[in-house]
């Protein structure tokens, strides 16, 4: 009687623990439907097309080759179609404003000599040898794709990468971070890259 009670408890706490060895599979986070993705995207587009007039103030750096340009920038949104972009030293120094307005734009260098175009963007390039893509740089600040139809978001719905091919000239945009305390949410940190030429973005203060 003894040998069969040694025999059967081991034999017992063998199947008791085979029992207990169960496979749980841990549950995934349920992924968005395309509908819901599309919804939340459609949303926050909206949000943003609503800001008419803001102001966002941080760095800007420009990367060409073995040439870096840096600046602190404001720009001024004052309507749809206006606005306003300085570039300014590190101790506040004037090295470019442009004013746009109307369908007209004016260029003042730091030598406070004016300069008049109806296209900034060639304007700009002409004066100071930089490819700034303004004619879309409004949309794609805030977090629009702007006139890009190839674009990438993240889990958030918000922009990650877009593409745009401006006249042969193909820019990716890369956006880094975002603002989360603002409401729509907005860019913090962005680069924008055509060929070797490379633009770098931080946004350290929105005002809506």
């Known amino acids: 009687m003894k040998t069969m009670l040694r025999c059967?408890?081991?034999?017992?706490?063998?199947?008791?623990?085979?029992?207990?060895?169960?496979?749980?599979?841990?549950?995934?986070?349920?992924?968005?439907?395309?509908?819901?993705?599309?919804g939340a995207w459609f949303t926050h587009q909206e949000n943003l097309e609503q800001l008419q007039t803001y102001q966002a103030r941080g760095k800007f750096a420009y990367i060409s080759g073995s040439r870096i340009d840096t600046a602190n920038f404001a720009w001024l949104q004052k309507s749809a179609t206006d606005y306003r972009l300085l570039l300014t030293t590190s101790f506040g120094n004037k090295i470019v404003e442009l004013n746009v307005s109307a369908?007209?734009?004016?260029?003042?260098?730091?030598?406070?000599?004016?300069?008049?175009?109806?296209?900034?963007?060639?304007?700009?390039?002409?004066?100071?040898?930089?490819?700034?893509?303004?004619?879309?740089?409004?949309?794609?600040?805030?977090?629009?794709?702007?006139?890009?139809?190839?674009?990438?978001?993240n889990t958030d719905f918000q922009l990650e990468q877009l593409t745009y091919n401006d006249n042969g000239a193909l820019w990716q945009v890369n956006y880094r971070s975002y603002h989360t305390e603002t409401f729509p949410v907005l860019p913090k940190e962005m680069e924008l890259t055509l060929k070797q030429d490379k633009i770098k973005i931080k946004v350290n203060q929105w005002d809506l």
């Open 8 to 38: 059967t408890l081991p034999l017992l706490m063998t199947l008791t623990l085979v029992g207990c060895q169960t496979t749980t599979s841990t549950p995934q986070p349920a992924q968005p439907t395309v509908e819901v993705a599309q």
């Open 103 to 153: 369908g007209q734009t004016q260029l003042t260098d730091d030598n406070n000599r004016l300069y008049l175009s109806d296209n900034p963007q060639k304007l700009v390039s002409e004066l100071t040898g930089m490819q700034i893509p303004l004619d879309n740089l409004r949309a794609w600040l805030i977090g629009l794709p702007g006139h890009s139809k190839t674009y990438k978001l």
